[in-house]
């Protein structure tokens, strides 16, 4: 049965620089990257040597735990480059690109006539397997894994995310070819969660054979995870499956036309954007040539993905495997008198979840923020701050206390299978304490998943 | 602001790694305390979220502050005003200002010196930054004491209440019992003499007997022994006379910042319209309080049990425990229904003490104080509860399955 979920609980974080909906122009990007850091809990094993070609859609690496699990080349190519960190860890898989895109080609198929094993053969074979994301612990989907049901969130929630009604606007075919394909997987249902303000585009409206769902209220409402402990909250043992709204779309058409087609729409946003807007451009490809031109001063974080749980990266750095945005939002690291703009000051252009800055007299405001803590780590103190923005029926405060200690148990008990650390995102942002809430959400998942399977 | 942070940045530089006094290198806790109230660091994120929100420990217990200057003006007032009117001088608004101000401002002076020198030399001893705990309590505690209180206890209590009660449980966040209560009980049971009768609520009244520093409740429990039957027999028997609105507005003897009912209400309006200040706790503790005194009115079998429950809230300490003690987010129960529970048995206790317990008229600080202490019962229970929830979710799903 279709459900309707009220969030109240959340914080929309008002930002300056939210992209406008017209499509930009971009250089292609000659060289690109894959990311084995974009996939969580995950031990590359390289599938290519530096030097050999590979086309769009042939394999990279694969997941040493896992192996069926693939994550293919974006584009055509040659490997110029295996990046590597400490000790030898692998970050980055850099290709030449061609000038036109050659695909591994594969037959054109309809995933409604085939079985779920050959649907799922086809996934892991075409390297779409890795866009399916599973709960618990948001890692990529294990192919043993017999989800109870599949969830495809319609909309982003997070500040300056883009806007799946427009990126998605005319793909209606694709999408429902997408979501053909997650119906084979599952012996439950497929929802699909539309916020009842945000999603009126036919592509949503219209897909078919699909629960859909109706969600209000403001951020995390559009997390997966918030979504699926609303609908059917997820117990210890059971799986279920994920797959962003984008992905959907590009596993559709993968099956239609028979070819990996990375190419995506990207929101371009962030204070320190001119002229923030959506670009066309392929995952993995060089982020200098989305920002080209149209970055104000110097000094800038620049995030592959959203402010709140995206990467950092260079400069020069490559759109994350996940990322459907990137945002430009100024380095905070000068000391502020406190007088002016730190603890004491007016705080006209701070941006707080309750009302101890002036700010919260002008409702309607958007921030530039930076990237600055304001303030010191501390000891927790403050209570009930993560409850408010935190909309599940789970003890935030005592769930990171409990992963703290590393009382595997307590964690069981109080609900880690449920969350994410995208979901204590806000709780992150909110906190008087500075808590690395998410980082330390990531450990708990990290050693349960070790610990428990 | 360039030069002061380049100042710090010298200051630091003999501390640092390779500095002329690196060995004692524990001062730069202290030197980044100073730094730190001054500048908000350059400390960029690093993990998660890449913006995080305006406020800071800082910005909040700062506010705290501020909510409770109302009280400690008013008091510095007060404290003149009873000392006048009972030796029945007329005196300017000035003169009565300045007794308080000359009183209160040492014992605020000694708070904040002992306490936040004993809190930087943990901090130094331990290598942590120092945390701003003590910047809330150290102007609670001037606020409930009596005004004549002699300093050198005050600064025991101060010492005693921050060492045993706070750094041995490993500093700010970690307390159990609320730090400036837990120093206000050490005075209490250390020095009774000092902290109860009729002698020492207003300034000069254990030197001068013209003064009777009676306070209202020592008053009303005069009445539970049966000595006088009903708030005008109280009158008559103690000769004070305190009208309601005295009572709200402040103009009766007590601990410095207790009185004014007003002055805590702006105090509670900061917080609650700041978000800082929990409105469960104060609303449930008012609610409590109010049903512990409407089930004794209904009874009334003595005078004190008589007392209007309305007119309990704004006699003594209760509205200021309720708004700047219970509310103390480390003590206090830390889930939304816990905090309801912790709310309501302070008033319900606070009041209840008050009637019963022969030995001292006021309730509330023994109330918080024994609250504290089962704040993490509470919450264990609450938390107990959503774990059976999901315990049972499970339980409910495999026996579908089977």
């Known amino acids: ?453 | 602001m360039k030069f002061l942070h380049t100042a710090f940045q010298n200051a630091k530089a003999p501390f640092e790694e390779g500095g002329k006094f690196e060995k004692y290198n524990k001062a730069l806790t202290a030197i980044d305390a100073f730094e730190t109230l001054m500048f908000t660091p350059e400390e960029v994120t690093h993990t998660g979220a890449h913006i995080r929100d305006g406020i800071d420990l800082k910005r909040t217990m700062s506010i705290v502050i501020l909510a409770m200057v109302p009280c400690l003006l008013f008091g510095m007032y007060n404290a003149g005003y009873q000392h006048f009117s009972q030796l029945g001088v007329d005196a300017s608004f000035w003169e009565m200002f300045q007794i308080g101000l000359v009183k209160v401002l040492p014992i605020v002076v000694v708070s904040y010196g002992v306490g936040l020198g004993i809190e930087f030399g943990f901090a130094m001893y331990k290598g942590h930054s120092v945390e701003e705990g003590y910047l809330v309590t150290g102007m609670l505690i001037p606020l409930i004491v009596p005004v004549d209180i002699p300093l050198w206890m005050l600064a025991i209590s101060v010492a005693f209440a921050v060492v045993f009660c706070k750094e041995v449980f490993g500093g700010t966040g970690m307390n159990i019992l609320n730090v400036a209560l837990t120093s206000r009980a050490f005075l209490f049971f250390a020095y009774p003499t000092y902290m109860s009768g009729d002698k020492i609520w207003v300034h000069d009244g254990m030197t001068n007997d013209a003064i009777s520093g009676a306070t209202i409740l020592g008053d009303l429990s005069a009445m539970k022994d049966g000595l006088v039957k009903s708030a005008d027999g109280m009158i008559q028997f103690t000769g004070a006379s305190f009208s309601v609105s005295d009572m709200f507005l402040g103009f009766i003897p007590g601990s410095v910042g207790e009185t004014s009912v007003l002055a805590i209400l702006i105090g509670a309006a900061i917080l609650l319209i700041t978000g800082i200040g929990s409105w469960r706790i104060m609303l449930s503790a008012v609610i409590g309080g109010g049903t512990m005194g409407l089930i004794f009115n209904t009874f009334g079998s003595n005078g004190l049990m008589q007392f209007d429950w309305w007119q309990h809230m704004i006699v003594g300490g209760f509205a200021f425990g309720v708004v700047f003690m219970a509310t103390d987010p480390v003590t206090a129960a830390q889930t939304n229904k816990g905090k309801w529970i912790y709310g309501f048995l302070i008033g319900f206790m606070a009041i209840m003490i008050r009637v019963f317990n022969p030995a001292y008229p006021e309730g509330i600080m023994l109330a918080i104080l024994f609250m504290n202490v089962m704040a993490p019962l509470i919450d264990h229970y609450v938390v107990e509860g959503n774990i059976k929830k999901r315990l049972k979710r499970l339980t409910v799903k495999t026996a579908a399955v089977n």
């Not at chain 1, 941006?351 to 990237?371: E, G, V």
């Open chain 1, 1 to 453: 049965m279709s459900k309707d979920i009220k969030i109240k609980k959340g914080l929309n974080i008002p930002l300056e620089g939210e992209a406008d909906k017209v499509l930009g122009t971009a250089e292609r990007s000659s060289t690109f990257v894959v990311k084995p850091t974009d996939f969580k809990n995950f031990t590359p094993k390289l599938l290519v040597k530096e030097g050999e070609e590979v086309l769009a859609g042939s394999p990279l690496f694969f997941n040493k735990e896992y192996p069926d699990v693939k994550v293919g080349s974006p584009v055509s190519g040659e490997v110029v480059e295996v990046i590597r960190g400490a000790k030898r860890k692998i970050l980055g898989i850099k290709i030449l690109a061609d000038k036109e895109t050659r695909y591994a080609e594969f037959a054109a198929a309809d995933a409604a006539s085939m079985s779920g094993e050959d649907v799922k053969q086809r996934l892991l074979d075409q390297c779409l397997w890795a866009y399916i994301k599973r709960r618990p612990y948001g890692t990529v989907a294990r192919s043993e894994d017999k989800p109870l049901a599949i969830y495809i969130s319609a909309f982003d929630s997070a500040p300056l995310a883009g806007d799946n009604d427009y990126i998605l606007h005319g793909k209606e075919k694709e999408f429902q070819a997408g979501l053909e394909v997650l119906k084979q997987l599952t012996d439950g249902k497929v929802h699909l969660n539309l916020h009842r303000q945000l999603n009126t585009d036919a592509v949503f409206k219209d897909a078919k054979g699909v629960e859909i769902n109706w969600v209000s209220g403001p951020h995390p409402s559009g997390n997966v995870g918030v979504q699926i402990h609303h609908i059917q909250p997820l117990n210890k043992g059971e799986v279920v499956f994920a797959v962003a709204a984008q992905d959907v779309a590009l596993i559709g058409s993968a099956f239609l036309t028979g070819k990996y087609d990375a190419s995506r729409l990207v929101a371009l946003g962030g204070s320190s954007v001119k002229a923030p807007k959506y670009f066309k451009t392929i995952q993995g490809a060089s982020i200098s040539t989305l920002l080209e031109g149209n970055v104000e001063g110097d000094n800038n974080r620049i995030i592959s993905g959203n402010v709140l749980t995206g990467t950092k990266v260079a400069a020069d750095g490559n759109l994350g495997f996940f990322s459907k945005e990137v945002n430009v939002i100024p380095e905070g690291d000068t000391a502020k008198f406190f007088l002016t703009e730190g603890w004491a000051g007016p705080g006209l252009a701070k941006h707080s979840a309750n009302r101890s800055y002036f700010s919260w007299l002008m409702p309607s405001k958007k921030y530039d923020l930076d990237t600055n803590t304001n303030g010191e780590a501390r000891a927790l103190v403050v209570t009930g701050q993560y409850e408010s923005v935190f909309p599940m029926d789970i003890y935030p405060q005592h769930l990171l206390k409990a992963i703290m200690i590393g009382d595997i148990e307590l964690m069981e008990n109080l609900g880690i299978y449920e969350v994410d650390d995208e979901d204590f995102a806000l709780c992150e942002y909110v906190c008087t304490s500075k808590t690395a809430a998410q980082q330390i959400v990531r450990e708990g998942l990290e050693l349960i998943e070790k610990e428990c399977g």
